[in-house]
């Protein structure tokens, strides 16, 4: 049930975003927003005393309601280079008074859980806000089956680890893929298998002779946004993949790592698929709010939950009980929907920004391009042009490219595959990095022919 301060929070809240009232203004008195939007006196005070804890407004005793100035915070750049290498979430957006309101908030409404255990899953409260955004992304599942962990990574390392219902040992991993993952297997010498991920997606007879011939005790996959690739697969790809792991009972571990940028309504996580509890579902929020959260959330299948709630409680008994407090309120005040819309928006903006620069500066067809809808992409160079050397070129001129070294682990990166990730680099940066890349690789390309 929706109130009518909050509907009238929300009317004010967009007349603010449309800059209706300049930052550091006064806004008009109660009685004159009373009139204009025909609500009672409590109502508007209701709705003004919710916009003061959002911050966005304050109050200047005997005088009236303010627009809050945003504080920006200072960039220093010192070298003034461009990352198209990080995936971290460009903390320039974050709203910091938001968060410390929903910290101390948090405080004050959960003071005796803070001082106790709680429990394997979570957080009661933020069970069940999990519960109702996982619906509204067809993951419809019961808050016994929810846990909250220490972001995604700590799933992943208790899956590894515990033993599964199938009795199998062997993990297979896309590749290129994850590489904290990679580095789990690595370090703690789990038996792995991989097969190749490329732009066309992954062989699938080859994927069934996998799960046919070795014992795939489960297959860890990113079947949106892939990492680095930024490439998705498609309705009948993300089907045929969940009637396989049924067929020859491997689990499938969906790492749905960048679902809150999705803007196609109709794509669909390989959960919604699954009729046999064989999809283990991964959500991190590394990726919108900020990584020292460490707050995701998996969907773990019935015949797992004894032994997965076991596994965690060893790991760290609960998961911070003030870091979930906090979020449970940051998204119960719709704070994180109003977050992510913007960030969502801002990204959107940025891989077109992307896609139409490459496209415009590469004039003379050195480029495969590969379109996606997230923040990274994928480029195929010429043969003339090894990545390696277009590395440090780049880097000479404060251009950052990511190194896939870590993202393989049984080969070597393709000498022509080039990934781009423009979650820190402003708009106004993109054409700028993408002039100079272009540029680079002609300059080699020619170079190399001549």
């Not at 449970?328 to 139409?356: E, P, T």
Request: proline share 5%; aromatic share 12%; with cysteine.
């Amino acid at each position: 049930m929706i109130y009518k301060y909050q509907q009238l929070a929300e009317a004010l809240r967009q007349a603010l975003q449309a800059n209706k009232w300049p930052v550091g203004t006064k806004i008009p008195s109660i009685r004159s927003l009373s009139e204009t939007y025909k609500q009672h006196r409590g109502t508007v005070i209701q709705a003004l005393q919710q916009l003061e804890k959002e911050h966005l407004l304050y109050v200047v005793p005997r005088s009236g309601y303010y627009v809050v100035k945003k504080e920006q915070l200072p960039i220093t750049m010192t070298n003034p280079a461009i990352h198209f290498e990080s995936g971290g979430p460009d903390w320039h957006y974050f709203p910091y008074k938001d968060f410390q309101h929903c910290l101390n908030q948090a405080i004050t409404t959960y003071q005796e859980a803070l001082f106790m255990y709680g429990t394997p899953n979570g957080l009661p409260d933020l069970l069940r806000m999990a519960q109702k955004q996982l619906a509204t992304q067809q993951v419809f599942t019961k808050t016994a089956n929810i846990f909250v962990t220490s972001g995604v990574q700590q799933a992943l390392d208790i899956l590894c680890q515990m033993p599964f219902p199938n009795n199998k040992k062997t993990i297979l991993i896309e590749e290129p893929g994850y590489h904290a993952m990679i580095q789990l297997l690595k370090l703690k010498h789990i038996p792995f298998k991989t097969i190749a991920r490329t732009t066309a997606g992954i062989d699938f007879n080859a994927l069934e002779k996998l799960f046919k011939t070795n014992d795939i005790k489960f297959f860890y996959t990113m079947p949106r946004f892939h990492n680095p690739l930024g490439t998705s697969y498609n309705t009948a790809e993300k089907q045929r993949l969940v009637a396989l792991a049924i067929k020859y009972n491997v689990y499938l571990v969906e790492d749905d790592y960048l679902q809150a940028f999705e803007t196609d309504a109709k794509a669909d996580p390989l959960y919604s698929y699954d009729l046999a509890d064989h999809v283990i579902y991964l959500k991190s929020f590394s990726k919108i709010i900020f990584p020292g959260l460490r707050i995701g959330w998996c969907v773990i299948p019935e015949l797992l939950i004894t032994t997965f709630k076991a596994y965690k409680a060893l790991a760290d008994i609960d998961s911070s009980m003030l870091s979930q407090a906090a979020f449970a309120i940051y998204i119960q005040n719709g704070m994180y929907a109003r977050h992510q819309k913007q960030l969502q928006a801002i990204y959107i903006r940025r891989s077109k920004v992307l896609i139409a620069a490459l496209k415009e500066k590469d004039t003379e067809g050195h480029l495969q391009i590969f379109e996606t809808k997230a923040m990274k992409t994928h480029l195929l160079l010429p043969d003339e042009v090894p990545v390696n050397y277009l590395y440090k070129k780049l880097l000479q001129q404060n251009i950052y490219l990511m190194n896939l070294e870590n993202n393989y682990i049984t080969t070597s990166p393709p000498r022509n595959l080039l990934c781009l990730d423009v979650t820190n680099v402003a708009e106004t940066e993109i054409e700028k990095g993408i002039t100079i890349l272009t540029q680079t690789v002609n300059a080699l390309f020619n170079e190399r022919k001549h």
